[in-house]
């Protein structure tokens, strides 16, 4: 009985190992695979904390478990040696006595044999857990080098900014590679303008609001913003102005609340509802039961591609930045979320500056300028009728193509 509940014990105590190391592989997971998130909020101490913490439980519950394994193991090695020596001692005496078959005695040994093995396993199994933080402890030290991207030493520290952005004849190609993604890219945003960024996949697009956010420096030429070259900024500073939406929608394992404020440490429930009706989330949100308190599923897999792409716009306008970077995820969205998405854009976009990366081309029309990007080289520029105005232009292909598949997928 004593073994039973020590079993017991010690089973939970695995299971909670388990558990809490998974809690760090899902932490680090999301810690990896947001990287852009964490850098482009500038939250990056808000990550360690959080990771440092989750792995301190995990420790702590592996190492209470090895304190325990180590007084279990040399027990039960006594226990099962004095088992094995009683059942063959009675099994024998059963035997003699023709109350059981030999039979009966070796299959039942068999059993026991088949319950051990897994109690032993047990034990090299949190070897294997304590080999996992330990490589989970290599990754992370990787995070700590010291980035190559990093703020001068009188590094400005820009307070209010008015929204200007420039790119000023921008060569750029990724640190291995030969080839240059961006070749002499140039253009000018006034503050609260709209511009959109359209042109085939791979040409740039991303690449373009990875430099406005300095994830990377050109190799030639400049980004500015408000006249400063982004280099002489504060990172820190100058992102606070900053409203990024990824193309790859990023949501943490957390509550809604806990995702939209991410970026806003002391963020009241009125600035959470405020962001989320700007990014018309407000409505579906509130229509859960748990509304704000609702838990995103591993990966936010709990909700539609609008519904988290509105999540992550409400994320970026919490801060109310002078600049909003939106890179639209190429999912395709049904026509109920496209006009959702449409209607929050419109509200989110007053009084910033403001780049669109889109893939629908109904969705930028009215901006003050669409740049079509190719192979890294802008090669038409204008509003929207000016481009649709050229015989033959890019845009107008692209536009007629996109309307055509539209009026089949309405079919
Ligand atoms: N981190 C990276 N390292 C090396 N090459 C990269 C990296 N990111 C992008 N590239 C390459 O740079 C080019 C431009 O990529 P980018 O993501 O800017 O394109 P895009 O216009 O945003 O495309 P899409 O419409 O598919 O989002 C592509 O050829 C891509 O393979
Ligand atoms: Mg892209």
């Not at 929207?384 to 050229?390: C, G, R, S, T």
Request: glycine fraction near 8%.
């Amino acid at each position: 009985l004593a073994v039973q509940k020590f079993g017991r014990r010690l089973k939970n105590i695995s299971y909670r190992i388990q558990e809490r190391s998974a809690d760090v592989f899902a932490a680090l997971q999301e810690i990896l695979s947001s990287v852009k998130i964490v850098h482009g909020f500038a939250t990056y101490e808000k990550e360690n904390e959080r990771f440092k913490r989750i792995n301190r439980e995990s420790v702590k519950a592996v190492l209470k478990a090895g304190r325990l394994n180590s007084i279990y193991t040399p027990v039960m090695e006594l226990l099962g040696a004095m088992g094995v020596a009683a059942v063959f001692w009675y099994g024998g005496y059963r035997v003699i006595n023709g109350h059981m078959t030999i039979g009966d005695l070796m299959a039942f040994i068999g059993y026991i044999g088949i319950i051990t093995t897994p109690v032993r396993r047990m034990g090299s199994n949190l070897g294997n857990i304590q080999q996992a933080m330990a490589a989970a402890h290599r990754i992370f030290s990787v995070l700590d080098i010291e980035p190559s991207i990093k703020d001068k030493e009188d590094a400005i520290e820009i307070k209010d900014i008015k929204g200007l952005i420039e790119f000023d004849n921008v060569w750029f190609k990724y640190p291995d590679d030969d080839e240059y993604i961006l070749k002499g890219v140039s253009f000018k945003i006034m503050p609260g303008q709209v511009f959109a960024i359209v042109g085939p996949s791979g040409a740039g697009k991303t690449t373009i609001i990875d430099l406005i956010m300095r994830f990377y420096d050109p190799q030639k030429g400049s980004v500015k913003i408000d006249g400063y070259d982004v280099r002489d900024l504060s990172m820190r500073s100058f992102r606070q102005h900053l409203g990024f939406v990824p193309q790859d929608v990023i949501l943490f394992n957390a509550t809604i609340s806990e995702n939209i404020s991410y970026a806003k440490a002391n963020a009241t429930t009125e600035d959470i509802i405020w962001a989320a009706k700007i990014s018309n989330a407000h409505e579906f949100i509130d229509k859960m039961e748990k509304g704000y308190d609702t838990i995103l599923g591993e990966r936010g897999v709990r909700f539609s591609g609008g519904e988290r792409q509105r999540i992550s716009i409400a994320r970026a306008v919490i801060k109310n930045p002078k600049i909003f970077l939106l890179d639209e995820a190429t999912s395709n969205l049904d026509a109920s979320s496209e006009s959702q998405f449409q209607e929050a854009l419109k509200k989110v976009l007053k009084g910033r500056t403001t780049i669109i990366v889109a893939h629908r081309l109904s969705t930028i029309i009215f901006a003050d300028k669409i740049l079509y990007l190719e192979n890294g080289k802008i090669v038409e520029e204008g509003t929207h009728n000016e481009l649709m105005n050229k015989k033959n232009g890019k845009y107008r292909m692209l536009f007629e193509l996109q309307t055509k598949e539209n009026i089949f997928a309405s079919l």
